[in-house]
């Protein structure tokens, strides 16, 4: 099937890689975790009827949550997007003017329409807010961004991800350390942190001591998971493959990732999805393979020396 692509853009999204994903993951017997959702891709294609997704930028959850409980509908995103899109248009320094009257009435009413604004007519599609939390991405410089070719492209987006969206689904805004612990045995948790040692644009940074403490709870679940990660790229090494996670199983994929002012800055990683369960799955289309047949699947009884490690 046709990978679903949310309204909500920014840099890094899965979208081509959720088809990679879904292979690995198998079948779903309890419920879909996301503590990192970011643009929500990869839980629109989950087809989970359980989740419970969260990210800190509470943006993002609004959004959704509005999106859920018909406090926006596509009706409404295209009504706002055709009249903003005029104003933008005709708006002086080149549709500048409009773009930073929606930037400074976003950063005071935080309007979930204004972000999804804001999302599509930033430069480079960056999502990046200052130390206040304060939307600071420059305009796209386009003034006729939002064409009605464009419009309907979003206005599609919003209804196949509200379509999508089960009645046991809860949006929540909270810190991963809170939502990990939730996790039981036949849930799935997928994470999508920032990834350590490349350039992020996430709500508020992303730490050495961030990736121990998620290292030490995704340890400790009696779920399954699923980390997104970076292998290594043309010029240096994710250390923290070495430092955390090589202890489990980890399949590896090239991927090129649009991010980046400059084209030549641009360049293709190994994307790493790490995971703590037996797959079949052993393709790695750069040579690099790290399939640990004894991994350990937490939710069964680890040997004493194991549990010791652990």
């Known amino acids: 099937m ?4 949310p309204p909500i853009k920014s840099q890094g999204i899965k979208t081509k890689l959720v088809p990679w994903i879904m292979e690995l993951r198998g079948e779903l017997s309890g419920k879909w975790i996301e503590p990192f959702l970011g643009t929500g891709v990869v839980a629109f294609n989950s087809k989970a009827k359980s989740a419970l997704l969260s990210d800190i930028n509470p943006h993002i ?3 959704y949550s509005d999106l859920q409980k018909d406090r926006i509908t596509p009706e409404i995103v295209k009504h706002y997007l055709q009249e903003e899109g005029a104003k933008l248009a005709v708006a002086g320094d080149n549709g500048y003017d409009h773009y930073r009257l929606v930037r400074d009435r976003f950063n005071t009413s935080f309007d979930p329409l204004d972000f999804i604004f804001l999302s599509r007519a930033g430069f ?7 130390k206040k939390g304060n939307w600071n991405i420059p305009f796209c410089k386009k003034p006729n961004r939002f064409s009605q070719a464009y419009v309907t492209k979003i206005v599609n987006q919003t209804k196949i991800c509200k379509e999508m969206i089960q009645k046991d689904w ?12 939730q996790a039981k045995e036949g849930d799935l948790i997928y994470c999508d942190p920032p990834y350590a040692g490349r350039y992020v644009d996430y709500y508020s940074g992303w730490s050495d001591e961030d990736e121990k403490d998620l290292f030490e709870l995704l340890s400790q679940t009696k779920a399954r998971f699923i980390l997104s990660s970076w292998h290594h790229n043309d010029y240096r090494a994710n250390e923290n493959i070495e ?3 090589n202890k489990f199983n980890i399949i590896t994929k090239d991927h090129f990732y649009h991010t980046g002012a400059k084209e030549e800055n641009r ?14 799955m052993n393709t790695h289309n ?11 699947t937490l939710f069964e009884s680890p040997s004493p020396s194991m549990a010791q490690a652990l």
């Not at 046709?2 to 692509?5: G, P």
């Not at 750069?286 to 350990?296: S, T």
Request: with cysteine; proline share 4%; charged share 20%.
């Open 170 to 181: 809860s949006f929540v805004c909270q810190d991963f350390r809170e939502v990990i612990p």
């Open 267 to 280: 360049n293709p990683v190994v994307e790493a999805l790490i995971f703590n369960f037996q797959t079949n």
């Open 124 to 130: 480079n599609g960056m999502v990046r807010f200052s």
């Open 2 to 5: 046709k990978t679903i692509t």
């Open 243 to 245: 430092k955390y996670w």
């Open 286 to 296: 750069h040579g690099y393979k790290n399939i640990k047949e004894e991994q350990l």
């Open 61 to 63: 959850i609004r959004f």
